[in-house]
């Protein structure tokens, strides 16, 4: 069951929804939710959109990209595009793409994506969401919610407890 927001700014909204609109207010909102249902979706979706699998591999070979490159501009843009993705600083330093820029190798998670405003963040997140899987264009609250059901995420010891929470 799709769980909605019953209160805020995106009051109607559901969860993954926030996520991808606003991850500003989301990671705001999301240590102020109580409800026991909403509270364990807030966990869960937050949990997938900082440890899923990229589906994209290193701009360089095929190892799996752990790492995004940031780009650090003035008035402190940070901003990303497509095709910037890396398994390590070695596969960094050494793409020809990169080089004279200003940018930052950082982890391919959502909370990378927080940047000072919301217009930077919500260009991160949509770069990053396409890097998950997710297609550009509209979405029923349905379809999202399946689409994080499904997303592939690291398995680390202690987040195996969480997954058998949600599984
Ligand atoms: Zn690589």
Wanted: glycine share 6%; hydrophobic share 30%.
């Amino acid at each position: 069951m799709v769980e909605i927001m019953p209160f805020g700014k995106h009051k109607g909204d559901s969860v993954e929804q926030i996520l991808l609109k606003d991850y500003k207010y989301f990671t705001w909102v999301h240590p102020k939710v109580s409800s026991h249902y909403l509270r364990e979706r807030f966990d869960f979706v937050e949990y997938v959109s900082n440890n899923f699998i990229s589906k994209e591999s290193c701009s360089l070979d095929n190892n799996p990209a752990k790492h995004i490159s940031v780009y650090h501009g003035h008035d402190n843009y940070r901003g990303s595009s497509i095709g910037f993705l890396y398994c390590s600083n070695d596969c960094f330093n050494t793409d020809p793409k990169v080089l004279n820029l200003k940018a930052i190798l950082e982890p391919l998670q959502f909370k990378t994506a927080l940047s000072s405003t919301k217009f930077d963040t919500n260009q991160l997140v949509g770069t990053m969401s396409e890097y998950m899987g997710l297609k550009k264009g509209r979405k029923t609250k349905e379809y999202l919610e399946e689409f994080f059901n499904n997303i592939e995420t690291y398995k680390h010891k202690e987040e195996n407890k969480l997954i058998g929470r949600f599984f």
